[in-house]
DNA sequence: TTCAATAAGGCAATCGATTGCCTAAATTTA
DNA sequence: TAAATTTAGGCAATCGATTGCCTTATTGAA
């Protein structure tokens, strides 16, 4: 049932009694055939059903029209955005994507990256995994003559184009419309601080703190608080301080954030009155929950189709301008209920 | 700086003296070489940071280890899922995935095909878009000696082997709970019937209507509902009917849900006494809501699991036996607070 | 010591498309 | 009409890896 042989360029030419380099030329609209045998092998192309083989071209041309994404997980709204804003610029531009995850894990992430220099994909979009541990394998990338663009999640002792949200400035923002909102005792749940995000939103955190003559009270920190029930945890562990905390800034995640909302509730702790919560990254969820939960938008598909314009725009183009650039989305602060003590 | 030699088989070969063929035995653990000479050619390649090139491998054994993936959207929880179950699978098995998505236009989803095509996948596992129109592209896939796996919405007229959610079963579940919590006028929010899915779910809806011996009323029937936006346009609309529905089942999806309670809050209807309301795939906002929001859970990182499986364990081994084959992921009834009339 | 069997590795074709170079025919120009 | 130029299309190498076949060299058996 299944025709094994795929037409190729040497079926189309032994049946019309011609060499199969004017069939290619022909097919890819080149000269040096004459109008009436162009028709004639593009009429029996389709006759023969010819598709061209893509590997067979890219391995003689030298190119291939194909980009790597590496993202920690596709099912994260975060990077799904992110996935969906590059695909619908590299579509357009007739690239192909490979997708990998590496699950947060960096041998995963080394694996993934070996993948796609095997594949002699074009570029490689990377978002480094949580468990990251060294950039050996991102100099590899380039040391195979593959483009590397960096985003969101980045190794900033590396020389390549990032693109990034505004964590630093959006954490900052945060923190001062806290205190504007008469917040005094502001708790920050952070994430892994070998990851960049992360340590940028807890210095936007304490550059806030800074500027309000504010003190940084270190019980007041609480680490690696990234899920709901890790959230909620922190949270517990916070509100039983002797001076616990009026305001939980959860810089991880808007799950975060939902678990220090879950510990409010069952305790009968009043949002905002009693207790102001921030999260991060405006889950669809968030303008859901009673109250509505304050968080930072950070406009992920654009942040993709940013990655994938700067690849056709920039390093595809000129090389080697391709180095220590970075883009900035900026980040837009989402006020809810959960924060507006003085409304 | 970019070295754009990479270093191939020849290099090994030259700087040995040897010739490539030893080379490429050495390296892919063939016999015929001598163990001093192999130890030899794996030191050398790692020295001149050799990598192969998969293209020219793939070209010449005239296999891809690819996979094309087509959906409707990446960004969507369901699909996203689906897409990490399938990455899970073939990661494992050394297998690279190209993922594509349609935007639920027919048109891209042939171009996606063609793409596909072209790239020598060895198989495409796919999700039809909403817009579909007919199944040429599809059958051209057989034709070009490429497998294909359907899932969720799939073609019903084409034989492949497919992965399915039991909609109509899980429909018929809904209602038929519906019915036993004393609602007495269900509406259903359906969604484009020339997709499988929806025509399966309104299938369960009549079934379980008919089971009870509750007579099937037209106007209850709201076709396209599928955004919170157009949810919420028909509940104003049934609700306005002389004699409106006591419960909504929003079979389209949790979003339609999720309109139809924003109405009923709007108008102080009380869920779940006045208005009984169900969803469709327990997204995680579903237990945020108030009240919280019953729905089907239907496994999607199952059903990428299985789409993968189906394929390394039978499509790939017996493709002629590859012909109308149909798994069930069984889907699960969450009941919540927003159909529980009786409790 | 001789012959057969095995091991090690080279040669060259192949996968399918592309492209520089060359030749023959057709067309233009002088 | 002859020379110059353009056009159309063939030839063969190439991209990098693989593999069937063949040739030596080596080992073992008789």
Redesign the pocket.
């Known amino acids: 049932m299944e025709n094994k042989?795929?037409t190729?360029?040497?079926d189309i030419?032994k049946k019309l009694?011609?060499?199969?380099?004017?069939?290619?030329?022909a097919?890819?609209g080149?000269?040096?055939?004459?109008?009436?045998?162009?028709q004639l092998i593009l009429k029996t192309a389709k006759e023969l059903n010819?598709?061209?083989?893509s590997m067979?071209?890219n391995?003689?041309?030298?190119v291939n029209q194909t980009i790597g994404v590496i993202v920690p997980r596709i099912n994260q709204n975060f990077f799904s955005n992110i996935i969906a804003g590059i695909e619908e610029v590299t579509y357009q531009k007739g690239y192909n994507l490979i997708i990998c995850q590496s699950n947060e894990s960096y041998e995963r992430e080394v694996k993934c990256v070996n993948t796609l220099i095997n594949q002699h994909v074009s570029c490689i979009f990377l978002s480094i995994s949580a468990d990251f541990e060294n950039n050996d394998h991102l100099k590899s990338i380039a040391e195979h003559g593959i483009k590397l663009i960096q985003f969101d999640r980045v190794d900033d002792d590396l020389d390549t184009y990032k693109v990034l949200s505004g964590n630093e400035e959006a954490a900052f923002e945060v923190v001062s419309h806290l205190i504007e909102q008469g917040y005094k005792r502001i708790a920050l749940l952070e994430g892994p601080q070998n990851l960049n995000i992360f340590r940028q939103r807890k210095a936007g955190y304490l550059a806030a703190l800074k500027k309000y003559g504010f003190p940084i009270i270190e019980e007041l920190i609480r680490e690696n608080a990234w899920t709901r029930e890790l959230g909620a945890k922190a949270t517990e562990d916070l509100l039983g301080l002797p001076e616990p905390p009026d305001a939980i800034f959860a810089s991880t995640s808007d799950f975060a954030a939902l678990g220090v909302l879950d510990v409010a509730q069952i305790r009968g702790i009043k949002v905002p009155q009693q207790l102001g919560i921030c999260g991060f990254s405006n889950e669809d969820f968030t303008e859901i929950t009673q109250p509505t939960l304050t968080t930072v938008e950070q406009f992920s598909n654009e942040i993709g189709e940013n990655v994938a314009n700067l690849y056709f725009q920039k390093v595809k183009k000129v090389p080697s301008d391709a180095h220590n650039k970075v883009i900035n989305i900026k980040p837009k602060l989402i006020i809810r209920n959960s924060t507006l003590k003085n409304s």
């Open positions: 042989k795929r190729t360029i040497h030419a009694n011609l060499n199969a380099s004017s069939v290619s030329r097919l890819s080149n000269s040096n055939v004459s109008d009436a045998t162009k010819y598709r061209q083989n067979a071209s391995l003689r041309k030298g």
